[in-house]
């Protein structure tokens, strides 16, 4: 399975694709079917160990995720519940179908006001991956439906606190 790189100034070994760079417009049929989520998240204000997502956190098209690998190489793997992936998929579902452009997301560079930074990105059947900064709203880089583009990483995030250990790695 391929993995996607969600800062590709982290890299970690876990992903094995590098981010996108400048914008591309294709039509939602181009876009094919979610084939996997991951999500990488910065806590300027918590221990790595106690910040969710610090070191990558991923979702399949089967529902089975992975949380890290660590500096250690510590990875956490399980898999989501049914209707868990059956809301998950029909949200990424909806999105991709409300897709109209892609276009790349800035780098951040820092965390967020407050303290933490998130990037969640969307891989499809085609290859094409569509990152989601975090925030209130969420900085969307595909131009989507704002109530679907709000939907899922809203909803993945929610996964994201429930399947990724804290600590982590166990101390």
């Known amino acids: 399975m391929k993995r996607v790189s969600l800062l590709c100034w982290l890299a970690p070994a876990l992903f094995l694709f590098g981010c996108g760079s400048g914008s591309t417009t294709q039509s939602t049929s181009q876009f094919g079917t979610p084939v996997q989520m ?27 995720f992975a949380a890290g690998p660590s500096p250690t190489g510590v990875v956490s793997t399980g898999t989501i519940t049914s209707d868990e992936l059956n809301t998950l998929s029909g949200d990424a579902t909806s999105y991709l179908a409300s897709v109209t452009q892609v276009a790349a997301c800035p780098t951040p560079t820092s965390p967020a ?49 429930k399947y990724y250990p804290i600590p982590f790695p166990a101390q």
Not at 40 to 55: H, Q, R
Not at 136 to 160: E, M
């Open 113 to 161: 006001v407050g303290g933490e930074g998130d990037v969640i990105t969307l891989l499809t059947s085609t290859n094409a991956q569509i990152t989601i900064l975090g925030g209130a709203p969420p900085l969307n880089c595909g131009v989507a439906d704002p109530s679907k583009a709000n939907a899922l990483p809203s909803y993945f995030q929610q996964l994201r606190e």
């Open 38 to 64: 991951s999500e990488k998240t910065a806590c300027e204000d918590f221990p790595p160990s106690e910040c969710s997502g610090l070191y990558g956190f991923t979702i399949d098209r089967a529902g089975n």
